[in-house]
């Protein structure tokens, strides 16, 4: 019965997708300023864009960081399907987490609404080793941690990453980061302060990335 009703979304889907007319559909590019507490889902739902569409046109970090109250967002194009999924940083399907970062950075720079589940899901790295190098340590992995705090990161050692400045001009780091094949997180760790809605009008911003990371030999231990 679940994959018969899975399917039957699909079919809907792709009807409704078959019946869009792409020239009654507004191009323009609008502005929307957030209010007190509101969330990127519900501007979604506010102006019937996709939450990944407003997160790569405001080259937003993460799309489920919190927004700020009066920042100006740009709100896309209106689209035949709207894309709420593919920008959300969600846990591997392998289950497979390594122990320590490769390369850096060793530090990761705590935000509003960060867990350290979440942010070891950021890092691709196990609860467990986060929790072990964090500072004090952390009894429950699902409560927010402290706002604005650098927290020790486990990294492998030796390895190294080449690091790089990037214009930043459209999606999110989980975009950037499968292209690079490093993590959301590590990027994160290489911008700290970076803040999309600084320069969300602005069209573009230089980050740091991280390229190339990889261990170096065979004897790795980790450094916490």
């Not at 919190?66 to 894309?83: A, K, Q, S």
């Not at 486990?154 to 390895?159: I, L, M, N, V």
Request: one cysteine or more.
């Amino acid at each position: 019965m679940y994959f018969k009703t899975l399917s039957s979304l699909s079919l809907l889907i792709a009807a409704a997708t078959a019946t869009c007319d792409k020239s009654t559909l507004n191009t323009t590019v609008g502005n929307y300023i957030v209010s007190e507490g509101e969330t990127i889902a519900e501007v979604s739902n506010a102006v019937d864009r996709g939450i990944c569409d407003i997160a790569r046109l405001n080259r937003m970090a993460d799309a489920k960081l919190p927004l700020i109250r009066g920042e100006e967002l740009l709100i896309p194009p209106e689209t035949c399907t709207i894309d709420n999924s593919t920008c959300l940083i969600v846990p591997s399907k392998s289950g497979n987490y390594a122990d320590c970062v490769k390369g850096g950075p060793h530090t990761y720079y705590t935000l509003k609404g960060d867990t350290i589940r979440y942010i070891a899901l950021k890092l691709n790295i196990a609860v467990e080793a986060l929790s072990a190098t964090a500072q004090g340590g952390v009894s429950d992995p699902d409560a927010e941690v402290q706002v604005d705090n650098f927290m020790k990161v486990p990294q492998c050692s030796p390895s190294r990453c080449t690091v790089e400045p990037v214009q930043f001009t459209y999606g999110t780091y989980k975009d950037i980061a499968e292209k690079r094949g490093v993590t959301v997180g590590q990027i994160m760790g290489f911008n700290p302060t970076y803040n999309h809605s600084d320069d969300s009008i602005a069209g573009s911003a230089v980050i740091t990335i991280p390229t190339f990371c990889e261990e170096v030999g065979n004897n790795i231990s980790v450094i916490s």
